[in-house]
């Protein structure tokens, strides 16, 4: 099994995406204007985490004799474990440390947990150059550095949601959108320190020089004061009467588990396709390597682009509503792959795909924050994201499982599923006392007044 390297990038999965500085900026400058050192430092912290992983997995072990640069050397090829396992584990790991990270930042605060999540990472990375054996890589690179990942995800998208209560669809699309700017400066970053002083010294060298950035870039997490609201907004009725629900209050609700089956079968139905883009590309639409490397490569541009749009179009149309929307389009873009012979409807159904798996990463985020409140967002959203870290295996194993036709078959009825259940949830309600809402409504006109 071939070590991703930057040489066949292209054809990996699209864990890492990229997406353009400058549009981003121009799209969203309405929504960044008044908070732009904050939403920055939101952009910032997702930029680095998702860089961090890809780097590591394209220079952990690979076969013997291997062009690793040594790593190959030290971590003789098991059968059952190429890189491609140990990106998983750190994929399920991000999704499950996103719940102690959320749980712990809502009692502590944003800052405190970004920077533990910034030592868990760097830790994880500076430790695995030292591994010997894959044991020693599941705990430092799997363990150490996803729970580290998922505890600095969280915090961005919890700060944001409380300062943008106005716009949260478009500024948690922001948030995860920013994931993939930190390819564009830090790739040939990495690239350079590797080819220069080899992997295992990058590895120390960037855990090292990660963990400064992250914590630095943690003195700007900050949450609003309490009962903040933008200037000149003017909550409507629901807002004003905000309910926040615990997490074993949320856990009692049916619309959790309606969101949260909706964000795992969805987000493996975007994840099946995304990750076998390349070969599919070459089997059924006669693309050559360099044709599917080209589409592939593009891909980040319309799931970073797929996540602002998705995310701004829910301040406007509805969170469930547009989950609903963007989930039919990919069941209907997954039902086409079986008809298509040619490279230009292969390429306007991958991205159309890519685009709505953006849609999934961007507004679940503010639909959790809309029907269970930013109090206790943190732990809320870390328990909602969870259902992702068992979507990427389930999207993966869906695409390698089954023949392609049924995989894109299956891929779709996942899709639809999320669509019927968007159709069908209600919003959670909570009781108030007369006392409660009374002082909730003169906290909100107070401030707005």
Not at 93 to 102: D, S, T
Not at 322 to 351: D, E, H, K, R, Y
Not at 410 to 422: D, E, N, T
């Amino acid at each position: 099994v071939p070590t991703l390297s930057s040489r066949n990038r292209c054809d990996a999965p699209l864990w890492g995406e990229r997406i353009s500085c400058s549009r981003f900026r121009r799209s969203f400058n309405d929504v960044t204007k008044n908070h732009e050192p904050l939403v920055h430092r939101c952009r910032y912290h997702a930029d680095h985490s998702l860089y961090r992983r890809r780097l590591r997995l394209e220079y952990i072990p690979g076969p013997p004799g291997g062009n690793s640069g040594g790593a190959s050397e030290r971590f003789p090829r098991i059968p059952g474990h190429p890189p491609q396992f140990f990106f998983s584990l750190i994929i399920f790991f991000f999704a499950v440390g996103a719940i102690p990270g959320g749980i712990i930042q809502d009692r502590i605060g944003p800052k405190k947990v970004t920077i533990i999540g910034g030592a868990l990472l760097g830790l994880g990375l500076f430790l695995s150059s030292f591994a010997t054996n894959v044991v020693h890589l599941y705990i430092f690179y799997g363990v150490f550095s996803g729970l580290g990942i998922g505890f600095a995800y969280i915090t961005p998208l919890a700060t944001c949601n409380k300062w943008f209560p106005d716009k949260r669809g478009a500024i948690s699309g922001v948030a995860v959108a920013g994931m993939g700017l930190g390819t564009i400066v830090f790739s040939p970053i990495g690239q350079l320190l590797i080819e220069n002083i080899g992997p295992l010294t990058a590895m120390r060298v960037l855990g090292i020089v990660f963990f400064i950035l992250v914590t630095i870039g943690a003195q700007w997490m900050v949450l609003p004061p309490e009962g903040y609201s933008p200037a000149g907004w003017k909550p409507s009725e629901k807002q004003k009467r905000e309910v926040h629900f615990s997490k074993k209050e949320m856990l009692k609700t049916p619309a959790f588990y309606k969101i949260w089956i909706s964000f795992l079968v969805g987000t493996a139905s975007g994840l099946m396709m995304i990750g076998i883009a390349s070969p599919v590309g070459q089997k059924i639409a006669g693309l050559s390597v360099a044709e599917a490397a080209a589409i592939v490569g593009m891909l980040g541009l319309f799931n970073g682009g797929g996540r602002v749009l998705w995310g701004a179009a829910s301040d406007k149309i509805g969170r469930t509503r547009t989950i609903a929307l963007f989930s039919l389009l990919t069941a209907g873009a997954m039902l086409t792959f079986n008809f298509i012979a040619t490279s230009v409807p292969f390429a306007v159904s991958l991205f159309i795909v890519t685009a709505c798996f953006g849609g999934f990463m961007a507004v679940f985020p503010s639909l959790t924050a809309d029907f269970y409140g930013t109090k206790y967002y943190g732990g809320n959203y870390g328990i909602v994201y969870l259902a992702y870290g068992f979507g990427a295996p389930l999207g993966g194993w869906i695409g390698s499982a089954f023949p392609l036709s049924i995989a894109f078959n299956i891929a779709a009825v996942c899709a639809f599923i999320s669509f019927i259940l968007m159709l069908t949830i209600k919003a959670p309600e909570k009781k108030m006392s007369p006392e409660a809402v009374a002082e909730q409504e003169a906290a909100v006109s107070g401030i707005s007044g």
